[in-house]
């Protein structure tokens, strides 16, 4: 199984037309304010930093960037050619790899994970982005991914952020700048319920190991101001032990 043609164009359509500032695009946060705070959180529950990290749903690749800067091998991957182009592009050092993946092609993830073998997963904000039917597939991604001795660091937006940036798009000026184009090519947020996010990667054969709240920094204003900050939770989940 694999993602839809509509959503695979939407996501092609917004990264040929994302301009190539660093911060340009909504959720294109400096590390400061995301990886590396994520980061301290995910780095005690590493057991093994020497695998390969994976950074699924890597965009124009600045948090992969970051975390190619601590860790020895990194891959970020994306289903968009047009989000991988620009990663490159914006890594002229080539201190990360980049590779597309369809996330829910069961088939090309094992032969990731075939490739790379057990791997570290550092997933932002993927969930409530995809098709609600995909988001298992997603999270069996995950699974697949870490193996048995990999663990992965999973933040995704609270079932509040809709409503949130609901409010912001209908306010007297409209949606600000940086949302429009997720709007205009159909990658307006999906709701995922609170209570839903961990069963997904229960269900998927992994263990929650930790979990919190931190709020998800976008690079876009307020009309007041103010940084934006999403509502969001985090997990850190690992493969369940094998029962005696």
């Not at 263990?207 to 976008?218: K, M």
Request: hydrophobic share 45%; charged share 25%.
């Amino acid at each position: 199984m694999s993602v839809t043609s509509r959503y695979r164009d939407a996501w092609e359509g917004f990264w040929r037309d994302a301009p190539e500032e660093p911060g340009s695009v909504i959720w294109d946060a400096e590390p400061s304010l995301t990886a590396e705070r994520h980061l301290a959180l995910f780095a005690p529950h590493v057991t093994d930093p020497a695998l390969p990290v994976v950074d699924l749903g890597c965009g124009n690749g600045t948090q992969t960037r970051f975390l190619a800067g601590r860790f020895d091998r990194v891959l970020g991957v994306d289903l968009s050619v047009a989000a991988l182009d620009l990663a490159r592009r914006r890594d002229p050092a080539r201190r990360a790899e980049f590779a597309q993946l369809d996330a829910t092609d069961t088939e090309a993830v094992r032969a990731l994970h075939d490739r790379l073998g057990d791997a570290n997963v550092y997933v932002r904000g993927v969930i409530h982005q995809s098709e609600p039917a995909d988001r298992r597939l997603v999270a069996e991604a995950v699974a697949t991914l870490v193996g048995g001795r990999g663990r992965a660091f999973v933040v995704e937006l609270r079932g509040s952020a809709k409503q949130f940036l609901a409010e912001l798009a209908h306010g007297p000026a409209g949606p600000p700048p940086k949302l429009r184009p997720v709007f205009a090519h159909g990658l307006a947020p999906g709701e995922v319920a609170d209570a839903a996010f961990a069963g997904l990667f229960h269900a998927a054969g992994l263990d929650v190991l930790d979990s919190g709240d931190l709020p998800l920094a976008t690079t876009e204003s307020a009309p007041d101001g103010r940084r934006i900050d999403l509502p969001a939770q985090w997990l850190v989940v690992g493969a369940r032990p094998a029962r005696p």
